[in-house]
């Protein structure tokens, strides 16, 4: 198994550009997160999503975008981007069985480390 | 003020130390995690637990739900310990998903 898998690695962007960071996971999870890490800071949640067509913002979904359109896949949208962007970017996944409340460890990809000049 | 707290937020040590990292929360939650970032940035999930203690190998992870504190401890610590130790909780309020605190930067040396 591969367990939760983010690409790209390494990103550069110049402002106002567009991509979409991938995240696939093969352990059926239910559950999916994207977090962006900024240095000396804590895991910020952008989006989460509990299920295939489901999704939600976190704490800062300002500026992102998501869908999750199958189990596997929840990919992350920046359509203008701009320096604030400038992050390490990781994508999780659980599996939640017996309501909302029954918590599991989080899976988590490498990250993407994006730049925005 | 955050909700997690961490502490201290950078701990150097020497090989075989005994070590301990502290997590302080003020919310109510539902579980609590402690999680180790590589120093290539990826991150994994070593402990979740609601009460009590949990031991894996030379780590354990202790929890007072009424002190709303967590400790984080490694004996006869190893460089390869060297890691972002982050502690974070799931909040009664919000199912699944975590709080982080900042991380505990640790270093071993031999």
């Known amino acids: 198994n591969a367990g939760v898998t983010q690409t790209p690695k390494f990103r550069i962007l110049k402002i106002g550009q567009s991509m979409t960071l991938q995240c696939t996971q093969d352990m059926n999870h239910n559950y999916m997160y994207w977090y962006r890490q900024d240095p000396g800071m804590g895991l910020k949640l952008i989006y989460y999503?509990?299920?295939?067509?489901?999704?939600d913002k976190g704490e800062v979904p300002n500026g992102y975008n998501v869908s999750r359109s199958t189990t596997e896949d929840f990919p992350l949208r920046l359509e203008l981007a701009a320096p604030s962007q400038t992050s390490v970017y990781f994508c999780?996944?659980?599996?939640?069985?017996?309501?909302?409340?029954?918590?599991?460890?989080?899976?988590f990809g490498d990250g993407t480390r994006l730049s925005i000049l | 003020k955050n909700e997690v707290e961490q502490s201290p937020q950078n701990l150097t040590a020497q090989e075989g130390e005994f070590i301990t990292i502290n997590c302080s929360y003020s919310v109510g939650i539902s579980a609590l995690h402690w999680l180790q970032q590589h120093p290539g940035g990826g991150i994994v999930s070593l402990f979740m637990l609601s009460s009590g203690k949990k031991k894996h190998g030379r780590l354990i992870a202790t929890i007072n739900i009424q002190e709303k504190h967590s400790s984080l401890h490694i004996t006869a610590s190893h460089p390869r310990d060297s890691a972002v130790y982050i502690c974070?909780?799931?909040?009664?309020?919000?199912?699944?998903?975590?709080?982080f605190g900042e991380g505990t930067q640790l270093t071993v040396n031999p």
């Open positions: 999780a996944s659980s599996y939640l069985r017996g309501g909302i409340y029954s918590n599991q460890p989080q899976h």
């Open positions: 974070a909780v799931s909040k009664e309020t919000s199912g699944s998903r975590l709080t």
């Open positions: 999503s509990v299920g295939a067509g489901i999704t």
